[in-house]
């Protein structure tokens, strides 16, 4: 009986395979090396650059899985999940509301979803333009909240690419600082795609100098604290020129989607 079992357990787990389905406990162990593989790097990275690893928070980017994955993660102690399209983030909300998640928006948000992705958002990523902000700041106001804030630069000066550029943000300082129902936190940018890791780190630390000097005339309203920066592919580089939070998709589901 045992041995029938044992075959049937086996072939069962071999059909799963080759279909590609996950079992569960396959799942949970595949994010779970995954996760703690991402988290020594990131430690290790720390440690590269005289940093504590407690001093970088690890954004979980969840676009690529479904709700299977996403109730793994939380398992294994992932609560900050990022999505970068909005109708998703509503979506996933809703269906893992029993989850005590922290939704982060890190992708472009248009002015007719600000007020459905407000009372979801722990944290917006990608405040890029004067306009959206502008929007949020007072749909905020309508709810009562200050909405932490990030905002978004385009360090890389890819013209293809969102955010504000690194030469006008500085001066809007005082204008936003008006904004009472944002909390803006800090800065975060996507390194160029194309350029491998010495493009990403001129990018990356082209953002920390930003800051830093942001940070010495800063009005007192706003607390730049944060440098959300770095993916799968470069987060190493990242956490070695100072980013505190890192948004990481794939390799948290490597094994686990293509
Ligand atoms: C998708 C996405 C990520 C994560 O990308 P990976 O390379 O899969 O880690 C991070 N930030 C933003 C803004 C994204 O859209």
């Known amino acids: 009986m045992i041995i029938i079992n044992y075959y049937i357990y086996c072939t069962t787990f071999h059909a799963a395979q080759v279909l590609g389905i996950q079992t569960m406990p ?3 162990a595949r994010i779970g090396e995954n996760l703690s ?3 020594q790097r990131i430690a290790a990275a720390a440690s590269r650059g005289g940093r504590h690893a407690e001093e970088i ?13 996403i109730r793994v993660l939380v398992q294994a102690g992932c609560t900050d999940l990022g999505e970068s399209r909005p109708q998703q983030l509503w979506q996933k ?7 005590p998640i922290r939704w982060h928006l890190i992708g472009h948000l248009q002015r007719n979803k600000v007020r459905r992705t407000l009372p979801l958002a722990s944290m917006i990523h990608s405040g890029d333009s004067l306009r959206i902000i502008k929007t949020i700041n007072e749909s ?3 709810l009562g909240r200050r909405v932490p804030l990030l905002l978004e630069v385009n360090t890389s000066g890819d013209p293809a690419k969102g955010g504000f550029q690194a030469h006008e943000v500085e001066a809007l300082l005082p204008e936003l600082a008006m904004f009472r129902h944002v909390e803006i936190q800090g800065l975060m940018c996507m390194a160029s795609l194309e350029g491998g890791q010495d493009t990403a780190r001129r990018d990356f630390a082209a953002l920390r100098k930003l800051r830093d000097r942001m940070r010495s005339h800063c009005p007192p309203e706003i607390v730049l604290d944060e440098l959300s920066m770095g993916m799968s592919g470069d987060y190493e580089t990242a956490v070695e020129e100072g980013a505190t939070i890192v948004r990481i998709g794939s390799a ?4 686990v989607v293509q």
Not at 57 to 69: D, I, R
Not at 93 to 99: G, M, N, Q, T
């Open 26 to 28: 396959d799942l949970s």
């Open 37 to 39: 593989r991402v988290r």
């Open 57 to 69: 928070k690890l954004l979980a980017v969840t676009k690529y899985v479904g709700n299977a994955e």
């Open 93 to 99: 909300a809703r269906e893992l509301a029993d989850l």
């Open 140 to 142: 905020a106001a309508e």
């Open 252 to 255: 948290l589901f490597e094994g």
